[in-house]
């Protein structure tokens, strides 16, 4: 096994200041990480046991902190919507259009949204893209009921009686095919 490359001088004391100043637990982690190594010399197996890492993470965060210095320190998180064709601002202006739309119809199609989804990105996107950003707004699918709430089962079925499709012939059993 190879040694381990030495951190810069002074590493352990600016990594000390960074973990008084950490935001978040996945911050004061990260540092962590790098000042365990720094100030008391730990290894990487070590320093996973202590935070509950696994020993590749610990290596790659200490090599990307060699190699990048305090980069490291100040990069974001691996979240995020970084395929974004456009932005949330962008997605409620389309939306505006459309909203008045909903209110006068009481119904819109997705296909409309869709179509001047598309004319503003220059390219076709699935339905679903439009669907998540629908969701991403607060639009919610209404359906129409399948059903009259004032519907009769009485007389619908009064009506199947006495409608003229209903002869004595269409409601007999057809015979059985054999064979």
């Given at each position: 096994?190879?040694p381990a490359?030495?951190?810069?001088?002074?590493?352990?004391?600016?990594?000390n200041?960074?973990?008084k100043?950490a935001?978040?637990?996945?911050?004061f982690?990260?540092?962590?990480?790098?000042?365990?190594?720094?100030?008391?010399?730990?290894?990487?197996?070590?320093v996973a046991?202590?935070?509950?890492?696994?020993p590749?993470?610990?290596?790659?965060?200490?090599?990307?902190?060699?190699n990048?210095?305090?980069?490291?320190l100040k990069?974001v998180?691996r979240?995020g919507?970084r395929?974004?064709?456009?932005?949330?601002?962008?997605?409620?202006?389309?939306?505006?259009?459309?909203?008045?739309?909903?209110?006068?119809?009481?119904?819109?199609?997705?296909?409309?949204?869709?179509r001047?989804?598309?004319e503003?990105?220059?390219?076709?996107?699935p339905?679903?893209?439009?669907?998540?950003?629908?969701?991403r707004?607060?639009?919610r699918k209404i359906?129409?009921?399948?059903?009259h709430?004032?519907?009769?089962?009485?007389?619908?079925?009064?009506?199947?009686?006495n409608?003229p499709?209903s002869?004595?012939?269409?409601?007999?059993?057809?015979?059985?095919?054999?064979?």
């Amino acid at each position: 096994m190879r040694p381990a490359r030495a951190f810069p001088k002074g590493a352990s004391k600016q990594l000390n200041e960074a973990l008084k100043q950490a935001k978040s637990k996945a911050e004061f982690q990260r540092i962590q990480c790098l000042w365990l190594r720094a100030s008391l010399g730990l290894n990487a197996d070590q320093v996973a046991t202590a935070l509950g890492w696994q020993p590749t993470s610990v290596r790659r965060l200490q090599a990307q902190y060699l190699n990048e210095g305090d980069q490291v320190l100040k990069s974001v998180g691996r979240g995020g919507r970084r395929n974004q064709n456009l932005t949330v601002e962008q997605e409620r202006q389309l939306l505006t259009q459309f909203s008045t739309q909903a209110e006068e119809a009481g119904m819109l199609e997705v296909s409309q949204i869709k179509r001047a989804y598309e004319e503003i990105i220059g390219h076709p996107v699935p339905k679903s893209t439009v669907y998540r950003m629908l969701a991403r707004h607060g639009w919610r699918k209404i359906a129409p009921r399948r059903r009259h709430p004032e519907v009769s089962r009485q007389r619908q079925r009064a009506f199947k009686k006495n409608s003229p499709g209903s002869s004595p012939k269409s409601s007999a059993k057809k015979p059985e095919r054999s064979g």
